[in-house]
């Protein structure tokens, strides 16, 4: 069994988020959906979420990304900026 190393989460600018503090997501893991990268982890929440550690890309549905092999994110890290209401990877690359 290969063990896959998780690209880190380096940054998000979505401090409206439960998962960020700092300026850093704190999921176990994200997942990156949608037509624009969306973090389709994003949630709004009176609670503070997550863990200690820094949230990896647990699986990225954008198969068009130069970065993405079977729908898995193989960059070394990603950065997730807020846009209005949504939070998209800003590493996205059009193969
Ligand atoms: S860099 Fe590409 S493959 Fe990786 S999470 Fe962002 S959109 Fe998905």
């Given at each position: 069994m290969t063990t896959l190393q998780l690209?880190?989460?380096s940054t998000c600018s979505a401090?409206?988020?439960a998962y960020n503090r700092d300026?850093?997501?704190h999921a176990g893991a994200i997942t990156v959906t949608?037509?624009?990268s969306t973090c389709g982890t994003y949630?709004?929440?009176g609670t503070q979420a997550g863990q200690d550690a820094t949230a990896s890309v647990g699986a990225c549905h954008r198969s068009e990304c130069v970065f993405?092999?079977?729908l898995e994110c193989t960059a070394q890290d990603v950065a997730?900026?807020?846009s209005g209401d949504v939070a998209s990877c800003r590493t996205f690359q059009l193969a």
């Amino acid at each position: 069994m290969t063990t896959l190393q998780l690209p880190l989460v380096s940054t998000c600018s979505a401090s409206s988020c439960a998962y960020n503090r700092d300026s850093a997501c704190h999921a176990g893991a994200i997942t990156v959906t949608g037509d624009a990268s969306t973090c389709g982890t994003y949630v709004e929440s009176g609670t503070q979420a997550g863990q200690d550690a820094t949230a990896s890309v647990g699986a990225c549905h954008r198969s068009e990304c130069v970065f993405n092999a079977a729908l898995e994110c193989t960059a070394q890290d990603v950065a997730i900026e807020s846009s209005g209401d949504v939070a998209s990877c800003r590493t996205f690359q059009l193969a």
